[in-house]
């Protein structure tokens, strides 16, 4: 038979070309449900009373210089925006690592633009500067911070540098920090991922990355109907990878473990809390 043929009959038996699309998580932990009820309860009590409540996580990261940006934007017919034929990285410009911090309670994000590599130390890195910049001024009074963070990652629940840098950051804020993880397989539940990354992906949808000033630009341009305000800013700083975190420094770590999963949920103090 003909493909043309081939094509008609599998039309009639009611088949056509689609793509694969992303649907399946993998398997779901049994207590899923009850973690997001669990991270939902922490956020209003922590609300409830005036304190800061954070989503983290690290954006895609982009490679900068003259590449195809997915997306479409208007421009003169016939005239689309001319880019590389080829995505190799540019040695010199290289790639920009965007780790974005999202205030929920105030619909405000911070975005921490970095160059190097997305490590504990530039997470936590990223979250200091939000503060310094941006949750300060917000929260004078604080006392507590609660961060929401995927599971896996640069910030991720098994990650001990994570929490030892937490542990660095609690102490020079003299504030405790409340850290709660989804589970495995649903880190885009995690608010940063559809309150405040997919306008970013909008705003630049279509326009080639080419410097990392406009990285930067288009993302503190970012802005919703309903009020979201971005700041950015480029950070220049190196970060080693490979940082091992010995049992002992693990052990000095004051941290205080939920009864509820415990390795999703848990709060490190102050050492001067003592």
């Known amino acids: 038979?003909?493909?043309?043929?081939?094509?008609?009959?599998?039309?009639?038996?009611?088949?056509?070309?689609?793509?694969?699309?992303?649907?399946?998580?993998?398997?779901?932990?049994?207590?899923?449900?009850?973690?997001?009820?669990?991270?939902?309860?922490?956020?209003?009590?922590?609300?409830?009373?005036?304190?800061?409540?954070?989503?983290?996580?690290?954006?895609?990261?982009?490679?900068?210089?003259?590449?195809?940006?997915?997306?479409?934007?208007?421009?003169?017919?016939?005239?689309?925006?001319?880019?590389?034929?080829?995505?190799?990285?540019?040695?010199?410009?290289?790639?920009?690592?965007?780790?974005g911090v999202y205030d929920i309670t105030a619909n405000k994000g911070w975005v921490n633009v970095g160059i190097d590599h997305d490590t504990s130390e530039f997470a936590v890195e990223s979250i200091r500067r939000w503060w310094r910049e941006m949750g300060s001024p917000l929260y004078p009074d604080a006392k507590e911070l609660l961060i929401t963070a995927d599971g896996g990652g640069s910030n991720g629940s098994r990650v001990r540098l994570w929490k030892l840098e937490l542990q660095k950051l609690a102490d020079e804020l003299g504030m405790a920090i409340n850290v709660c993880h989804f589970p495995p397989g649903t880190s885009k539940w995690n608010k940063i991922e559809h309150k405040m990354f997919s306008f970013i992906s909008q705003n630049w949808r279509g326009r080639p990355l080419i410097t990392r000033e406009v990285v930067v630009n288009l993302i503190s341009n970012t802005r919703t109907k309903k009020g979201l305000e971005i700041t950015a800013k480029l950070d220049i700083n190196s970060y080693k990878t490979g940082i091992k975190v010995s049992d002992e420094e693990l052990q000095k770590i004051f941290i205080e473990k939920d009864d509820f999963h415990g390795e999703w949920n848990y709060k490190i103090k102050p050492k001067s809390s003592r």
């Open 1 to 99: 038979m003909s493909q043309r043929t081939v094509c008609d009959l599998l039309d009639e038996l009611g088949y056509s070309l689609q793509a694969n699309r992303k649907t399946k998580e993998g398997s779901s932990h049994p207590d899923r449900d009850q973690q997001f009820m669990h991270i939902s309860e922490k956020v209003k009590e922590l609300q409830s009373i005036g304190q800061p409540v954070i989503s983290v996580d690290t954006k895609k990261k982009e490679m900068i210089g003259e590449f195809k940006n997915g997306g479409q934007e208007w421009e003169k017919k016939g005239k689309p925006v001319e880019v590389n034929v080829y995505d190799f990285p540019d040695p010199i410009l290289g790639k920009a690592i965007p780790y």
